[in-house]
């Protein structure tokens, strides 16, 4: 058995306090808001993907390689813009070189039966662990995973005015002291809008 400690924050904290500085493994929970923007905490990451996404492979394609993440999705296929910002998301990591572990889980308000969302997202949850697993058990590119920090760093002081310098260093204190104790680590990063109603779409 392998012991991973994990931490659980919004996605723009991840840009914005910890800069960028990916883990070996990260799980995303978001859904959309309004007309397929991203939630409330969510919105830088957003617009990274987004710059991702338009600069395309030829430029981006190995940006994030050595990262490797988990993703649930939530929304409602009543509205016309239905898990466009978990796509967007999804499709920005994938471009840049990241590797998505499990299927990419799409829990939808308005499904009924086998695909009620709860139980849509609880299968998620007991189907991840497995898949979860397979990716700590090989062996980890430290070099890659280093410089995925640094040129994602450096998109973000392309993509917003107030980025303020490059990925902090192992030696910093806080998190990234606790990063370099354990060579498995795994932020957990949750960016969901609210329970309900209109935020999911």
């Given at each position: 058995a392998v012991s991973v400690p994990a931490r659980?924050?919004?996605l723009?904290?991840?840009?914005?306090?910890?800069?960028?500085?990916?883990?070996?493994?990260?799980?995303i929970v978001t859904s959309s808001y309004g007309v397929g923007q991203a939630p409330l905490g969510c919105y830088k990451f957003r617009d990274l993907c987004d710059a991702v996404n338009e600069g395309g492979k030829d430029k981006y394609g190995s940006m994030m390689k050595g990262v490797t993440y988990a993703m649930l999705g939530l929304g409602?296929?009543?509205?016309?813009?239905?898990?466009?910002?978990?796509?967007?998301?999804?499709?920005?990591?994938?471009?840049?070189?990241?590797?998505?572990?499990?299927?990419?889980g799409k829990a939808d308000a308005s499904g009924d039966g086998k695909d009620a969302q709860l139980d849509v997202i609880s299968r998620w949850i007991e189907g991840i662990w497995a898949e979860l697993a397979s990716a700590l058990a090989k062996p980890i590119d430290e070099g890659a995973l280093e410089e995925a920090?640094?040129?994602?760093?450096?998109?973000?002081?392309?993509?917003?005015?107030?980025?303020?310098?490059?990925?902090?260093?192992?030696?910093?204190?806080?998190?990234l002291s606790a990063l370099m104790l354990i060579s498995v680590p795994v932020v957990i990063s949750v960016a969901l809008a609210a329970a309900k109603g209109s935020l999911f779409r």
């Open positions: 659980h924050m919004q723009d904290d991840f840009i914005e306090a910890e800069r960028a500085r990916w883990t070996r493994i990260v799980v409602d296929s009543k509205y016309t813009t239905f898990f466009q910002n978990p796509t967007a998301i999804n499709n920005g990591l994938q471009t840049a070189g990241a590797i998505r572990v499990g299927p990419l920090r640094r040129s994602t760093a450096s998109l973000c002081s392309e993509v917003f005015d107030d980025f303020e310098g490059e990925a902090p260093s192992p030696s910093d204190g806080g998190m």
